[in-house]
């Protein structure tokens, strides 16, 4: 059965760094765009950053713009989320997903808590 497994996640102060990674198994999805989204605590959940199939196009909200990067090791099957200066704000449960996401493949997400 094919899944997503994100991992990395965890409790961090205002203006830390984390790298999240999200592993696919049971199939390949090198051929896909993929992306990361977020779902903070009664909010709904919003897409974070996306990235090409190759690696070499990369998008992102605006409210992570020039703080987080995402990026891609197809080798390893393998999606990247460097996420620096991090806020209070961005305390949710970080998803990863093809791009645009597929309801199949929807994980149980790492927690990111950010502490002031």
């Known amino acids: 059965q094919a899944r997503l497994v994100e991992s990395g996640g965890g409790l961090v102060q205002a203006g830390g760094s984390l790298r999240l990674s999200c592993a696919a198994s049971?199939?390949?999805?090198?051929?896909?765009?993929m992306g990361w989204f977020r779902q903070a605590p009664g909010k709904e959940r919003e897409f974070v950053a996306g990235?090409?199939?190759?690696?070499?196009?990369?998008y992102y909200s605006d409210p992570v713009k020039g703080r987080f990067t995402i990026s891609r090791d197809n080798a390893k099957d393998t999606v990247y989320l460097q996420m620096n200066s991090l806020k209070p704000e961005d305390t949710a449960v970080y998803y990863c997903?093809?791009?645009?996401?597929?309801?199949?493949?929807w994980g149980q997400g790492t927690q990111v808590t950010v502490s002031s």
């Open positions: 997903n093809t791009n645009p996401p597929d309801a199949n493949y």
């Open positions: 049971g199939r390949t999805f090198r051929l896909y765009a």
């Open positions: 990235i090409n199939r190759s690696g070499t196009s990369t």
